[in-house]
């Protein structure tokens, strides 16, 4: 059995040889979740102009401010969603850390002797850390 040798940004991970069949499932998986997604993004931000109170919000609070604006009408849910929209932003960022860590380690010799881990923990505790710090700037979210 043929074994193919693909290098990714860390490890090295033998898989056969690629079918048509390989490649299409996990493509069209990607691309049935992103591309509605994105129309919905881009259908959100066209018709923000056409409501006024999502204009103002767009305007004062970017992308954050319109969710909230259009949640709004559910109340105490609309706000829970706004939420944990907002630290799932945290999880997002421990991956790129992760990356940025591996970046840092080629970039500078010197890291390689510090576990990749250490980098993501380091920068997911220093971002809580600085939410935490700038939550008072950003109560307009909670409230």
């Known amino acids: 059995m043929d074994v193919s040798r693909i290098h990714s940004f860390d490890c090295n991970v033998a898989i056969p040889p690629p079918r048509v069949l390989d490649f299409d499932l996990p493509s069209s998986e990607l ?42 009408p559910a109340h105490g849910f609309g706000k829970f969603l706004v939420i944990l929209l907002s630290l799932s ?14 970046n840092l380690q080629l970039f500078v010799p010197f890291f390689l002797k510090v576990p990749r881990y250490v980098f993501s923990t380091v920068g997911t505790i220093l971002y809580v ?14 409230v």
């Open 31 to 72: 691309h049935l979740f992103q591309i509605p997604l994105q129309c919905t993004g881009a259908a959100v931000i066209a018709s923000a102009t056409s409501v006024p109170l999502w204009e103002q919000s767009y305007i004062n609070g970017d992308v954050g401010g319109l969710l909230k604006a259009m949640l709004e």
């Open 129 to 142: 850390f600085l939410l935490v710090l700038l939550i008072p700037s950003i109560h307009w979210l909670i």
């Open 89 to 102: 932003v945290v999880g997002n960022m421990a991956m790129t850390f992760y990356s940025i860590s591996l």
